[in-house]
């Protein structure tokens, strides 16, 4: 679990990445909130050999710089943070959720963060609708802005996985997706 503290940002945030036992996998980093209880997510195990597939490359869309102004002339250190959104293999695959990392110097996630992490075939899917669950209040030293948003699950199951946004406004519909009821088995 990592979280966004020291970032500066007027909202928390907190991300987990499950402990996978063989042939199960996530779509992206389940995100809440608050520091102060661990988010949920959903695991996914392929029935057809072709319905997941591995990312190609990682793309870093948003970061903040460490120091942070809290208010006119009063600077605290932040950390490296991060978001990352995945790369599919093709355009049949999409990747769900991203990372939210505090890597120094804002490195790409190594392989123990992405350990796990698969595109999913888009006829798995279906576009949804989304809320926010975090981002950095303007108060980061770049220009760019940060957000980290989650699928509301309205006409599929929820990923659970963070949907990383370089942006304050909704993330657009073509990256916004639940998987499809009628085409995937739920197990407790």
Request: net charge negative; hydrophobic share 40%; no cysteine.
């Amino acid at each position: 679990m990592a979280t966004d503290f020291s970032s500066g940002a007027s909202m928390h945030l907190s991300v987990w990445r499950p402990n996978l036992d063989i042939g199960w996998y996530y779509l992206g980093q389940g995100a809440e909130s608050n520091w102060d209880h661990a988010p949920t997510g959903l695991i996914v195990k392929a029935l057809e050999p072709d319905a997941l597939s591995d990312i190609i490359g990682w793309e870093r869309i948003w970061e903040t710089r460490g120091v942070i102004e809290v208010e006119p002339r009063s600077v605290i250190q932040g950390g490296d943070f991060a978001l990352w959104r995945g790369v599919p293999p093709n355009e049949d695959y999409v990747v769900v959720g991203g990372i939210f990392s505090d890597n120094k110097d804002w490195a790409e996630p190594d392989s123990e963060q992405k350990r796990g992490i698969k595109a999913i075939r888009r006829d798995l899917l279906v576009m949804d609708d989304t809320f926010e669950i975090w981002n950095d209040g303007q108060r980061s030293p770049i220009t760019k802005n940060g957000s980290v948003w989650k699928t509301l699950a309205r006409t599929g199951v929820s990923p659970s996985a963070l949907i990383p946004l370089n942006s304050y406004g909704a993330p657009p519909k073509d990256i916004s997706f639940s998987l499809d009821r009628s085409k995937i088995l739920l197990v407790d």
